[in-house]
């Protein structure tokens, strides 16, 4: 059974900083991985999709990369700003009966502060 | 164009008594998904509907559970004899394709069992 671990858990930062989240998976074996924000009380926005063969993705100040062999991937935000203060889940589809059903981290919830 | 929506945004019930929540995907989207989020936590799958039928109905609690996608477009979460421990968020998303596709969710129905 697929396991997603966030690391961390929660984090602070003042606004300007880069950041690093981690996202761990027990399988390998995935067909891709998907990075989601979530505000408080709100549902998830889809950031980045990462197929299975390919190493990164990038959209504006996002970057996520997958190193499939260690079941990581890494989202990195450049330049942080107040507005990117919310949850960060990862999601892996799990083969499950035919489907493909996302297995979701806990997720990373961030404070960027003026 | 539209996104995923959900009806109602809070509901509370008695304990007891039979809820139903309403999902409405993106127009076109083939494939459904409901997910059962409680605080602090990622998303849990419930259901799939590819179409009209459930392929994968492995994430239902129990069979108090029960959902529905009749013309394959709008979904009904059916929930009888509500318990407490069913308050959670309850999250629906859409995909164009089958799993497994990138997912765009709705903002949820906050359900409450008093």
Redesign the interface.
């Known amino acids: 059974k697929q396991e ?1 671990t966030q690391i961390p858990a929660a984090l602070s930062v003042p606004e300007g900083e880069n950041l690093v989240l981690n996202c761990s998976f027990t399988d390998s074996a995935i ?2 991985l ?1 990075w ?1 924000r979530q505000d408080p ?6 950031l980045l ?1 990462i197929q299975s063969s390919q190493r990164e993705q990038t959209s504006g100040r996002l970057n996520a990369s997958l190193d499939k062999s260690s079941g990581r991937s890494t989202l990195y935000i450049a330049a942080s700003q107040p507005g990117d203060s919310a949850t960060y ?1 990862c ?1 892996v ?1 799990n083969a ?12 990373t919830s961030l404070i960027v502060h003026p | 164009g539209a996104g995923v929506s959900q009806t109602p945004s809070n509901k509370v019930t008695e304990k007891g008594k039979y809820v139903e929540l309403r999902c409405d995907p993106i127009s076109g989207h083939t494939a459904l998904y409901w997910y059962r989020q409680s605080l602090g936590q990622g998303p849990e799958f419930l259901i799939y509907f590819q179409g009209t039928g459930a392929a994968d109905d492995s994430g239902l609690p129990n069979d108090r559970f029960f959902a529905v996608r009749p013309e394959g477009s709008v979904s009904t979460l059916k929930i009888q004899r509500t318990e407490r421990g069913d308050s959670a968020v309850y999250l629906c998303a859409s995909s164009l394709a089958g799993t497994p596709g990138e997912q765009y969710f709705g903002p949820g129905t906050r359900l409450t069992v008093t």
């Open positions: 997603v067909y891709n998907q989601f009380g709100k549902g998830l926005t889809s999709l889940l999601a589809p499950s009966g035919g489907s493909y059903i996302p297995t979701f981290g806990r997720g």
